[in-house]
């Protein structure tokens, strides 16, 4: 597929919108609070909490400090762990990719309780429980 000349300017009127509303001037770990705080070009801050951020749970703090902004401002950088972050996806609340998500969400709803999850629970239970797992032999 050939990239035409109306497509390349069409790309870059939408990087420059993007830069208009998500260009970040300036990042840094907060060491206090496990978040990743992200300043834009119109002083919004944005906090996020580093361990919903694929890459960077977990990570050393001076691993986390050494933030480097990408040349477009929409991007940013950790040098030491490897990890980039697209800077309008945490905006919209997107901390990984799709897989990712889905496991930390996952994660979430199996700690979730509810009365009818406990009931649910305690009804299994006068049944006998959770069935054990049979095993195949074949020979």
Do not use: C
């Not at 990239?3 to 970040?24: E, M, P, S």
């Not at 199996?110 to 054990?132: C, D, E, F, L």
Request: glycine letters at 10%.
């Amino acid at each position: 597929m050939a990239v035409t000349d109306a497509d390349f300017a069409l790309a870059q009127a939408a990087g420059v919108a993007l830069q208009r509303k998500f260009r970040v001037t300036k990042a840094r770990y907060d060491r206090k609070t496990s978040h990743l705080i992200v300043t834009l070009h119109n002083d919004v801050e944005l906090a996020v909490p580093v361990h919903l951020i694929e890459g960077l749970a977990g990570a050393d703090p001076a691993a986390l400090s050494d933030i480097e902004l990408s040349p477009s401002g929409l991007g940013l950088h950790w040098p030491a762990l490897d990890v980039d972050v697209y800077v309008p996806a945490l905006f919209d609340g997107v901390f990984g990719s799709r897989s990712w998500m889905a496991s930390i969400l996952g994660a979430e709803g199996g700690r979730a309780t509810s009365p009818a999850k406990a009931a649910a629970a305690r009804a299994n239970g006068r049944k006998g429980g959770r069935p054990a797992k049979r095993t195949r032999i074949t020979g």
